[in-house]
């Protein structure tokens, strides 16, 4: 169950948290565990294939963090249709005799749900704030340079991902999902200890991890503020949601490799400073897991070495779970909290 020392391969090591359960990456495969409502677990395992393997290009500084992204997502959505099927109650799925209990996993149902998602992304955190800010420009502050407007417009993107972040943190059920993120933190440290992978192991650790997915969406907004300060303030609205639109990529690019750069250099005191807020606002989308969340933890990070390789398989009857089929295009993802770090 060893690993490379190398910062490279440790940013391979992460997950992410799911409806009562995880999934965690390893450097050339995924595993996810989720806790049914009678106690036992699902399984589902697979390999990685990174599309800058099949493109060497996408390896390249920058246009890796896009590829990173997009396959994430992917990933992240297969694996929350999985877990939330897993995790409903036998009765609920009862309630609709044509509903099989089984998530849409085809290329087509999570295309649609990736579409979705980045069309509301679109809305709330690029078009309302733009379009707040020409408000505020127009009946507030009077003329603006470009600068102070891009400001404006950054920090209206900033409250909004705060009030978002702390209104769904209120809900019962993502509080829930905010202590398997915590788990997932715990084990990952826990295995970078290169320490026994136990629950009383990961129990002692941190739930703050500096290379989190919320870290990255923290330097996104930073690094948002500096690419749009590009776009003249003076060209028409659409114009200016359109540049946006066509940064994006760049911006996401941008902040992954600053997130790596952070997380290799992070006992410097700058790096360390830019990193502090990500943290900060882990306090708030992680929560102190349950043991037998740690132990869904453990247990996928498990799958997803044994599925690379780095672990034995496990002796017959050593663990009460119960093994989904995992879809064929499953193999072909990768988990942005994984790839991202943790």
Not at 89 to 109: C, F, I, R, V, W
Not at 123 to 141: H, S
Not at 218 to 235: E, G, M, N, T, Y
Request: hydrophobic share 50%.
């Amino acid at each position: 169950m060893s690993a490379s020392k190398s910062p490279e391969s440790e940013l391979l090591v992460g997950g992410q948290a799911l409806i009562e359960g995880v999934m965690m990456r390893s450097p050339g495969a995924w595993g996810i565990a989720v806790r049914r409502p009678d106690g036992s677990l699902a399984l589902q395992r697979g390999k990685v294939n990174p599309w800058g393997r099949r493109f060497p290009i996408l390896k390249l500084p920058i246009l890796r963090g896009c590829a990173v992204l997009f396959q994430s997502l992917a990933l992240g959505i297969r694996a929350l249709n999985f877990s939330a099927a897993e995790a409903m109650p036998e009765e609920m799925k009862q309630k609709d005799p044509g509903d099989n209990g089984k998530a849409d996993t085809s290329g087509l149902a999570i295309a649609g749900a990736m579409v979705t998602g980045l069309g509301l992304g679109v809305v709330v955190f690029l078009l309302l704030p733009l379009w707040g800010t020409q408000l505020a420009e127009r009946f507030v502050f009077g003329p603006l340079s470009n600068v102070a407007f891009n400001l404006i417009d950054g920090g209206l993107r900033g409250v909004i991902f705060l009030l978002y972040i702390l209104a769904i943190s209120r809900m019962k059920d993502i509080h829930r999902v905010f202590m398997y993120h915590g788990a997932e933190h715990k084990v990952v440290f826990a295995y970078e200890a290169r320490g026994p992978l136990t629950v009383d192991a990961a129990r002692v650790q941190s739930r703050l991890h500096p290379r989190c997915g919320t870290s990255f969406l923290l330097f996104v907004l930073l690094v948002s503020v500096v690419l749009f300060a590009f776009i003249p303030k003076d060209a028409p609205f659409l114009i200016k949601f359109g540049g946006r639109l066509l940064l994006m990529p760049l911006v996401a690019g941008l902040s992954y490799e600053v997130l790596r750069l952070t997380a290799r250099l992070r006992g410097l005191p700058l790096f360390s400073a830019m990193v502090a807020p990500g943290l900060a606002l882990q306090r708030i989308t992680t929560q102190e897991p349950t043991d037998d969340m740690l132990e869904v933890a453990i247990v996928a990070l498990e799958e997803a070495l044994r599925e690379d390789g780095l672990l034995p398989e496990a002796a017959p009857g050593t663990a009460a779970v119960t093994e989904a089929t995992a879809p064929p295009a499953a193999a072909t993802a990768a988990t942005a909290a994984a790839a991202l770090g943790a």
